[in-house]
Structure formats: structure tokens, C-alpha cells
């Protein structure tokens, strides 16, 4: 065979599966650079988000879709060349796996575009990225799964194989959960959570002892950033089985307290009318309520607990350290009576000592 008859597509494929894979290049610059000029002129966050996610993967999805049709073409009349369909079909079918994944991140991106994390209450933001995230994991495996068994459907040699993950998942689930029976209790955890969600994103919790928040919720272990930067990792099952405090279930707002251990002969209501003025003058304070009570009584010492609420954790824990450091301050220069102290009785005389240490 000589150089003419290489070229020539009644001998040979590759002159025609050449052309059209530059017809299928050139129409797919095109369309991404139709895309990205429309992006970086529009607002619509849809279309940046298709732009930044899509246009590199159509860079070899139309070019293979249009070889794949050449080469199918082709081998009808040129059976002898039926290898090269084959390859060109294994190459789209990976490239279209790789495409719909694209596409589920794309949707994910746009739905979490639309949720406000900025609003004071973002409860509910929150809980539908808790969602979105892991629902997105899940439809990823389902996709790389119906694909490569879509591959392996497309060879008789190897067909069987492709059946047998479409159609054997029961068996091998069974023998799956002999073998790692821990890692699919993760993974039904991981399901659970998501959809009943007694964790969400950014939860404020306490877990071992620590206080933090839900940085990373993933199929089988949750990652809790701790308030010094440490990051504790916990299977995820830890929250189906085991107790644990969940600050921002419900709602982002909370209500702190701080607790003062008082002599007897403390203002009770000049310290509730200080506790009003400190909160009146940071903007820490969400307005929603407020409380300054004796609760309890312990010898000589009185409690007094001073309530007050904030948008979210992090303000609420800000607001209850200035509040017991104004309070302080206030007790220590204005009421000094009021500071803790042993009470004793000489000789008819009834004195008053200050411990060593302070409140």
C-alpha cells in the first residue's frame, strides 16, 4: 500500500476520521468561545458556571462523537476496520462519563449560587448544602458506575462482566458486607445524616469534650474544625450512635449565658440595669432577649446568671466574654461589697475577709 492509498478513504479510515475530528474541534472552539464571551459579558451565574466547568471537556467530546460516527459509518463497508469504531467507542463512552460528572458539578454549583449564607438565620441554607453536597457524591459514583459497566456491555469478550455489575448488586452487596461491614455502616450512616441531618455544614457541636464546628461531611467520616484550629476526624457513625451537643439544629441563633458567684449583699438590679446599658452598646447583641437572675444559692455565695442572645455562635460566645468582663469591672469598681468573700464571727463581731483569689 503506498501513500496514495493511505489517504484515500475508500482504502483506508484515517483521512476521513480526520476530518472529522477537525470538524468536530473547530465547532467545539466555537461553542466554548461563544460560551466564555457570553460569561464574561453576562451576570448570570448559570452560564459563568457552565463556562468554568464544561468548556475543556467539549474540547474532546465533540471531536470523538464525530469520529465515532465516521469510524461506525466506515466499518459497515469496511468491516475489517470494525477495531477502530471499537476504540473510537470506548473513547466517547469514557469522555460522556466524564462529561455528566461535569454536568452534576455544574448543578451543584448553581443550586449552592442560590443559597444565602449571609442572612443573620442560615439555618436553612445550611441544611440544603448539607444535601447538595452529598447527594452530588452519591449521583458521581452512580455516573462513573453506569459507565464503565456501559463499557464493559460494549465488548461480547468482556460482556458478561458488565452484567454482572448491573444486575448482581443484591450478591454483591452480601458479600461485600461480610468483608467490610464497617464501611458500609458508614456509608448508610452517611445517608441517614443527610436526609434526617442531625449535623449540618458549618454546625456548631460539642463532640469529645471539644467545641467546633462541621467543617466536611463526607460519605463515611465527618471532619469537626475545633475552636484552636485542630481538625478532629470522626467516623460518621459517631453521630448515629452516639450522644453529642448540636448547638445550631434548628435555627443559627443562640442564647449564652454567664454565670457570677456574689456576696449576699450584691445590687441585684443595678447589675441588671448594667447588664442592659453593656448590651445596648455592642452591636454583638441581636436584641431578641435578655436576663439577669439569682438562680441559685450556694453557702455564702449567691449565682447570678446574666442571659443574653446573638445571631449566631460565634457572637454569642464574643458577647457572653464581654458581658462577664464589663460586669467585672463594674462589680469591682462600684460594688466591691459584692465580690466574694468569708464570712467571720469574733466575739460578737461579725467581719467580712476577701479570699486570695478573685471571682
Known amino acids: 500500500m503506498d501513500f496514495t492509498d493511505l489517504i484515500n478513504y475508500r482504502n483506508s479510515p484515517w483521512l476521513l476520521l480526520l476530518l472529522s475530528g477537525a470538524i468536530g474541534l473547530i465547532i467545539s472552539i466555537v461553542v466554548t468561545s461563544l460560551v466564555r464571551v457570553t460569561a464574561n459579558k453576562s451576570e448570570w451565574r448559570p452560564l459563568r458556571s457552565i463556562s468554568e466547568n464544561l468548556t475543556s471537556v467539549l474540547h474532546f467530546f465533540l471531536p470523538v462523537v464525530f469520529i465515532t460516527a465516521a469510524s461506525k459509518t466506515y466499518s459497515y463497508a469496511n468491516p475489517q476496520y470494525e477495531w477502530v469504531f471499537a476504540l473510537s467507542k470506548t473513547a466517547l463512552i469514557g469522555i460522556t462519563t466524564w462529561l455528566m460528572a461535569?454536568?452534576?458539578?455544574?448543578?451543584?454549583?448553581?443550586?449552592?449560587?442560590?443559597?444565602?449564607?449571609?442572612?443573620?438565620?442560615?439555618?436553612?441554607?445550611?441544611?440544603?448544602?448539607?444535601?447538595?453536597?452529598?447527594?452530588?457524591?452519591?449521583?458521581?459514583?452512580?455516573?462513573?458506575?453506569?459507565?464503565?459497566?456501559?463499557?464493559?456491555?460494549?465488548?461480547?469478550?468482556?460482556?458478561?462482566?458488565g452484567v454482572g455489575i448491573l444486575t448482581s448488586a443484591g450478591i454483591a452487596s452480601v458479600i461485600i458486607g461480610f468483608a467490610a461491614q464497617k464501611s458500609l455502616a458508614n456509608l448508610m450512616a452517611g445517608i441517614q445524616i443527610a436526609f434526617t441531618q442531625p449535623i449540618k455544614i458549618d454546625d456548631v457541636v460539642i463532640v469529645e469534650g471539644e467545641w467546633g464546628r462541621i467543617e466536611e461531611i463526607n460519605l463515611t467520616y465527618v471532619v469537626v474544625n475545633i475552636w484552636d484550629l485542630r481538625r478532629m476526624v470522626l467516623p460518621i457513625t459517631y453521630f448515629i450512635e452516639t450522644p453529642f451537643q448540636n448547638w445550631t439544629r434548628n435555627e443559627s441563633a443562640l442564647t449564652g449565658a454567664a454565670f457570677f458567684y456574689l456576696n449576699y449583699h450584691t445590687p441585684v438590679q443595678k447589675l441588671r440595669e448594667k447588664l442592659k446599658e453593656i448590651l445596648d452598646g455592642t452591636p454583638l447583641w441581636d436584641g431578641r432577649a435578655w436576663a439577669l437572675q439569682v438562680t441559685d444559692t450556694q453557702g455564702q455565695l449567691m449565682v447570678v446568671r446574666a442571659l443574653m442572645s446573638a445571631r449566631n455562635s460565634s457572637e454569642t460566645f464574643d458577647l457572653r466574654c464581654i458581658v462577664r468582663e464589663k460586669l467585672i469591672e463594674y462589680i469591682a469598681a462600684e460594688h466591691p461589697e459584692a465580690l466574694p468573700s468569708s464570712r467571720v464571727e469574733d466575739a460578737g463581731e461579725m467581719k467580712f475577709k476577701l479570699p486570695d483569689q478573685g471571682i
Do not use: C, H, W
Not at 122 to 147: C, D, E, P, S, Y
Open 102 to 161: 461535569r454536568i452534576v458539578i455544574i448543578v451543584e454549583k448553581i443550586l449552592i449560587d442560590k443559597l444565602d449564607f449571609n442572612s443573620p438565620d442560615n439555618n436553612q441554607a445550611r441544611r440544603l448544602f448539607t444535601k447538595i453536597k452529598f447527594i452530588k457524591r452519591i449521583v458521581v459514583i452512580m455516573v462513573v458506575t453506569i459507565g464503565v459497566s456501559i463499557l464493559l456491555l460494549s465488548f461480547d469478550s468482556v460482556r458478561q462482566y
